[in-house]
């Protein structure tokens, strides 16, 4: 059974940075692409990061250069740095891992609040 597990959000102010972190059981990570995601109330959920399993990174435009998205293969992990945080980054970020070749094959976490104070 694979569950995904993020863990790291929280309420920060405006400029401020939090970490947050995805733990993947079942034998499925290496060869994903891992990815993260948010969604704000009234809002469709978006694509913030990915990382595919040979590291390739990429990122929304609204946070290029302010989010670094990780990996770490051998600990079936993942982290999203975020940095320079800002009330419109706030939202329910959830962690995506998904088959590079079976796009039916996606596996979705419970999501974690992140909370932006102005």
């Known amino acids: 059974q694979v569950q995904l597990v993020e863990s790291g959000g929280g309420l920060v102010q405006a400029g401020g940075s939090l970490r947050l972190s995805c733990s993947v059981s079942?034998?499925?990570?290496?060869?994903?692409?891992m990815g993260w995601y948010r969604q704000a109330p009234g809002k469709q959920r978006e694509m913030v990061a990915t990382?595919?399993?040979?590291?390739?990174?990429s990122y929304a435009d609204s946070v290029e250069g302010r989010f670094t998205i990780s990996r770490n293969n051998a600990k079936n992990t993942g982290d999203l740095e975020m940095n320079n945080l800002q009330p419109e980054d706030s939202g329910i970020y959830y962690c995506?891992?998904?088959?590079?070749?079976?796009?039916?094959?996606?596996?979705w976490g419970q999501g974690t609040q992140v909370t932006v104070s102005s």
């Open positions: 995506n891992a998904r088959h590079p070749f079976r796009p039916a094959n996606s596996y």
């Open positions: 990382v595919t399993s040979g590291g390739t990174t």
């Open positions: 079942g034998n499925i990570f290496s060869n994903y692409r």
